[in-house]
């Protein structure tokens, strides 16, 4: 059995993550342990970058501090400003003996309110929450769940980067 630290305790992201290792590699058995560990960003990360930072960040605090794992995943939401609107996304990478493998979701534009709350210093999480009047829906459907009618979900909008950021690992000839 594999053993899979993931560096996060919202279950979205825990279950994206058994949903995406299972589905690459449906073959094996995996252990995931969801665990809290700095993303040294900010709380909301504003640009492409400092998500994908904040996802590395998670993977490479995991693996110092819980050493012996097969895998260990970060995943990071982020927003950024594009041509005057506010796209949210998500990075993920995966870290394994060394070697890491990293994908991104993909983007969808926040509505108005949203982003106002946003440049108020409001996380994403905490302005959809107020906008779409919910409770604690990062840990739910997220913004993608809620603007798309479940259609996506935020589980679903994570398992496909998931499993593309798992190609190094499934193709390890090739990389």
């Known amino acids: ?10 279950p979205v992201k ?19 342990i969801g665990v809290s560990v700095p993303s040294n960003v900010s709380d909301q990360p504003m640009s492409d970058d400092e998500t994908f930072l904040g996802a590395k960040n998670r993977a490479d605090n995991a693996s110092k501090t819980y050493e012996g794992a097969d895998f260990y995943i970060g ?3 982020g927003i950024e400003i594009t041509g005057g609107e506010m796209q949210a ?21 926040l509505p108005k309110q949203v982003v106002d709350l946003i440049k108020e210093g409001k996380e ?15 840990q739910k ?13 935020r589980t ?19 990389y």
């Open 156 to 174: 679903t909008y994570y398992t496909e980067a998931v499993i593309l950021a798992l190609i190094p690992f499934r193709n390890v000839d090739l």
């Open 14 to 32: 825990i279950q994206a993550a058994k949903n995406g290792l299972k589905k690459t590699f449906p073959s094996q058995e995996f252990q995931c």
């Open 141 to 153: 459907s997220g913004a993608v769940g809620i603007l798309t009618g479940d259609i996506i979900d």
């Open 75 to 77: 995943i990071e939401g």
């Open 89 to 109: 996304f998500a990075w993920i990478v995966i870290k394994s003996n060394g070697k890491y493998g990293k994908s991104r979701t993909g983007t969808f534009f």
């Open 124 to 138: 994403l999480g905490e302005a959809d929450d107020i906008v779409f009047k919910r409770d604690n829906s990062k």
């Open 1 to 10: 059995m594999k053993k899979v630290i993931i560096a996060s305790k919202n």
